[in-house]
């Protein structure tokens, strides 16, 4: 249980990244975060073994939008890095698929 707690709170840490990374402003990014931490719905995936491919899943896909590149207007034109750095989110999002049972 300890794993699923830890992978839990670094999801919400990285979905504030995320929402701050996408102009959101401190409190609603905050509170976003706080939400998804507290949210009932989330009890299966940190309680229970068997929701621990829902929250490796969703740790892939945070981790992808997070390695996404942002427009060049805020980069530097290195075009050999942004390459990199969509191969790296496609292969996250990929395994992300590829933690559930499902798959894609």
């Known amino acids: 249980r300890a794993f699923n707690v830890a992978l839990h709170s670094a999801n919400s840490v990285m979905l504030y990244c995320l929402l701050r990374r996408f102009k959101a402003s401190w409190p ?3 509170l976003g ?3 998804f931490a507290t949210h009932p719905v989330h ?6 073994l068997v929701g621990r491919a829902d929250a490796m ?3 892939c896909w945070l981790l992808a939008l ?3 590149p942002l427009p060049r207007s ?3 034109p290195v075009r050999a890095s ?8 496609t292969f996250l999002a990929l395994v ?4 559930k049972e499902i798959g894609f």
Not at 43 to 48: A, D, L, P
């Open 43 to 48: 009890c299966e995936n940190v309680i229970y």
């Open 74 to 76: 805020t980069q530097t």
């Open 28 to 30: 609603w990014a905050c």
């Open 96 to 99: 992300g698929g590829l933690c």
């Open 66 to 68: 997070l390695t996404w």
């Open 82 to 89: 942004r390459l990199l750095r969509v191969v790296i989110a």
């Open 57 to 59: 899943a969703t740790h």
């Open 33 to 35: 975060a706080a939400l």
